[in-house]
Protein backbone atom coordinates (compact mmCIF):
# COMPACT_ATOMS: atom_id res chain seq x y z
CA UNK A 1 0.00 0.00 0.00
CA UNK A 2 3.17 2.51 0.70
CA UNK A 3 4.75 1.41 -2.34
CA UNK A 4 1.57 1.33 -4.96
CA UNK A 5 -1.14 3.09 -3.25
CA UNK A 6 -4.42 2.27 -1.33
CA UNK A 7 -7.03 2.65 -4.01
CA UNK A 8 -4.85 0.52 -6.59
CA UNK A 9 -3.79 -2.27 -4.18
CA UNK A 10 -6.80 -5.05 -3.92
CA UNK A 11 -7.23 -8.07 -1.74
CA UNK A 12 -6.23 -10.61 -3.30
CA UNK A 13 -2.97 -8.44 -4.12
CA UNK A 14 -3.02 -8.16 -0.30
CA UNK A 15 -3.49 -11.48 0.91
CA UNK A 16 -1.21 -12.81 -2.18
CA UNK A 17 2.17 -10.50 -0.84
CA UNK A 18 0.97 -11.58 2.81
CA UNK A 19 0.91 -15.25 1.87
CA UNK A 20 -2.30 -16.08 3.74
CA UNK A 21 -5.69 -17.19 2.08
CA UNK A 22 -8.38 -14.55 1.23
CA UNK A 23 -10.87 -15.68 4.02
CA UNK A 24 -7.89 -15.08 6.56
CA UNK A 25 -8.19 -11.63 5.39
CA UNK A 26 -12.07 -11.48 6.01
CA UNK A 27 -12.14 -13.15 9.44
CA UNK A 28 -9.89 -10.32 10.65
CA UNK A 29 -11.32 -7.56 8.56
CA UNK A 30 -15.03 -6.90 7.94
CA UNK A 31 -13.60 -4.44 4.78
CA UNK A 32 -10.61 -3.07 3.34
CA UNK A 33 -10.86 0.05 4.94
CA UNK A 34 -10.83 -1.52 8.38
CA UNK A 35 -7.47 -2.87 7.22
CA UNK A 36 -6.00 0.41 6.09
CA UNK A 37 -7.06 1.95 9.40
CA UNK A 38 -4.72 -1.21 11.06
CA UNK A 39 -2.09 0.06 8.27
CA UNK A 40 -2.33 3.02 9.64
CA UNK A 41 -2.18 2.46 12.78
CA UNK A 42 1.08 0.55 12.47
CA UNK A 43 2.79 3.45 10.71
CA UNK A 44 1.77 6.08 13.16
CA UNK A 45 3.30 3.83 15.85
CA UNK A 46 6.21 3.72 14.00
CA UNK A 47 6.12 7.24 13.65
CA UNK A 48 5.41 7.34 17.36
CA UNK A 49 8.94 5.74 18.29
CA UNK A 50 10.57 8.60 16.11
CA UNK A 51 9.07 11.05 17.55
CA UNK A 52 9.74 9.65 20.94
CA UNK A 53 14.08 9.29 20.05
CA UNK A 54 13.69 13.10 19.06
CA UNK A 55 10.92 15.02 20.22
CA UNK A 56 11.07 13.84 23.54
CA UNK A 57 14.74 13.79 23.30
CA UNK A 58 15.15 15.95 26.52
CA UNK A 59 19.33 16.36 26.11
CA UNK A 60 18.60 18.41 23.09
CA UNK A 61 17.55 21.53 23.05
CA UNK A 62 13.31 21.95 22.16
CA UNK A 63 14.08 23.52 18.40
CA UNK A 64 17.02 20.85 17.81
CA UNK A 65 14.49 18.34 18.66
CA UNK A 66 12.38 19.37 15.84
CA UNK A 67 15.30 19.69 13.92
CA UNK A 68 16.11 16.21 14.42
CA UNK A 69 12.73 14.76 13.83
CA UNK A 70 12.74 16.47 10.41
CA UNK A 71 16.61 15.31 9.51
CA UNK A 72 15.21 11.55 11.10
CA UNK A 73 12.36 11.50 8.62
CA UNK A 74 14.33 13.01 5.56
CA UNK A 75 17.25 10.31 6.18
CA UNK A 76 14.15 7.61 6.11
CA UNK A 77 12.89 9.10 2.66
CA UNK A 78 16.57 9.15 1.65
CA UNK A 79 16.74 5.47 2.36
CA UNK A 80 13.62 4.76 -0.04
CA UNK A 81 15.09 6.80 -3.26
CA UNK A 82 12.67 9.57 -1.81
CA UNK A 83 9.83 7.38 -3.98
CA UNK A 84 6.93 6.85 -1.07
CA UNK A 85 6.23 9.96 0.67
CA UNK A 86 4.34 9.96 3.73
CA UNK A 87 2.11 6.63 4.36
CA UNK A 88 -0.63 8.70 6.21
CA UNK A 89 -0.54 11.46 3.61
CA UNK A 90 -0.77 9.65 0.45
CA UNK A 91 -3.64 7.81 2.21
CA UNK A 92 -5.50 11.35 2.97
CA UNK A 93 -4.73 12.22 -0.35
CA UNK A 94 -6.58 8.92 -1.61
CA UNK A 95 -9.14 7.62 0.93
CA UNK A 96 -11.29 10.44 2.43
CA UNK A 97 -13.21 10.71 -0.38
CA UNK A 98 -14.98 7.43 0.00
CA UNK A 99 -14.44 6.59 3.29
CA UNK A 100 -15.58 8.29 6.45
CA UNK A 101 -13.49 5.38 8.49
CA UNK A 102 -10.26 6.32 7.14
CA UNK A 103 -10.79 10.12 6.93
CA UNK A 104 -11.62 9.76 10.92
CA UNK A 105 -8.69 8.22 11.64
CA UNK A 106 -6.28 10.07 9.27
CA UNK A 107 -8.05 13.09 11.15
CA UNK A 108 -7.15 11.87 14.99
CA UNK A 109 -3.93 10.95 13.53
CA UNK A 110 -3.28 14.03 12.10
CA UNK A 111 -4.58 15.61 15.61
CA UNK A 112 -2.08 13.97 17.74
CA UNK A 113 1.01 14.54 15.29
CA UNK A 114 0.78 18.04 15.55
CA UNK A 115 0.22 17.90 19.12
CA UNK A 116 3.68 16.86 19.36
CA UNK A 117 5.09 19.49 17.37
CA UNK A 118 3.10 22.13 19.57
CA UNK A 119 4.17 20.47 23.00
CA UNK A 120 7.90 21.13 21.64
CA UNK A 121 6.92 24.31 20.64
CA UNK A 122 5.45 24.91 24.06
CA UNK A 123 8.83 23.96 25.58
CA UNK A 124 10.88 26.28 23.13
CA UNK A 125 8.58 29.05 24.47
CA UNK A 126 9.92 29.04 27.79
CA UNK A 127 13.42 28.20 26.64
CA UNK A 128 13.01 31.75 24.70
CA UNK A 129 13.95 29.69 21.90
CA UNK A 130 10.72 30.14 19.52
CA UNK A 131 8.26 33.64 19.36
CA UNK A 132 6.03 33.79 22.38
CA UNK A 133 3.16 35.66 20.23
CA UNK A 134 2.40 32.25 18.32
CA UNK A 135 -0.14 29.72 19.64
CA UNK A 136 1.38 26.43 19.98
CA UNK A 137 -0.90 24.37 18.71
CA UNK A 138 -1.44 26.25 15.37
CA UNK A 139 2.20 26.60 14.83
CA UNK A 140 2.70 22.72 15.37
CA UNK A 141 -0.29 22.46 13.05
CA UNK A 142 0.67 24.87 10.54
CA UNK A 143 4.39 23.25 10.20
CA UNK A 144 3.03 19.37 10.02
CA UNK A 145 0.77 21.05 7.09
CA UNK A 146 4.10 22.55 5.83
CA UNK A 147 6.20 19.18 6.46
CA UNK A 148 2.90 17.63 4.40
CA UNK A 149 3.17 19.41 1.30
CA UNK A 150 6.99 19.03 0.90
CA UNK A 151 6.71 15.60 1.47
CA UNK A 152 4.32 15.59 -1.28
CA UNK A 153 6.25 17.42 -3.67
CA UNK A 154 9.57 14.96 -2.58
CA UNK A 155 7.21 12.49 -3.96
CA UNK A 156 6.75 14.01 -7.22
CA UNK A 157 10.15 15.27 -7.82
CA UNK A 158 12.01 12.39 -6.25
CA UNK A 159 14.18 14.74 -4.62
CA UNK A 160 15.10 15.88 -1.44
CA UNK A 161 15.01 19.78 -1.90
CA UNK A 162 11.74 20.32 -1.02
CA UNK A 163 12.52 18.86 2.42
CA UNK A 164 15.00 20.68 2.66
CA UNK A 165 13.47 24.25 1.26
CA UNK A 166 11.35 23.48 4.34
CA UNK A 167 13.95 22.72 6.59
CA UNK A 168 15.84 25.89 5.75
CA UNK A 169 13.11 28.26 4.62
CA UNK A 170 9.57 27.03 6.39
CA UNK A 171 10.78 25.70 9.62
CA UNK A 172 12.75 28.69 10.78
CA UNK A 173 10.36 31.56 9.50
CA UNK A 174 7.42 29.70 11.53
CA UNK A 175 9.46 29.87 14.81
CA UNK A 176 12.23 32.20 14.72
CA UNK A 177 12.62 34.41 17.69
CA UNK A 178 12.43 38.32 16.48
Not at 21 to 38: D, I, L, R, Y
Not at 76 to 87: D, E, H, P, V
Request: glycine fraction near 8%; hydrophobic fraction near 40%; aromatic fraction near 10%.
Amino acid sequence: MHHRGFSTVGLREITAEAGVAQGSFTNHFASKEEFGVAVLDHYFDQLRAVMAQTLEDESRKPTERLGAYFEHITDLFASGGWRYGCLAGNMGLEAPEHSELLRQRLSEIFAEWSGHFAEVIRKAQKADEVRADLDPEEAGAALLEAWQGAMLRMKIERSPAPLDRFKRVIFPAVLSNP
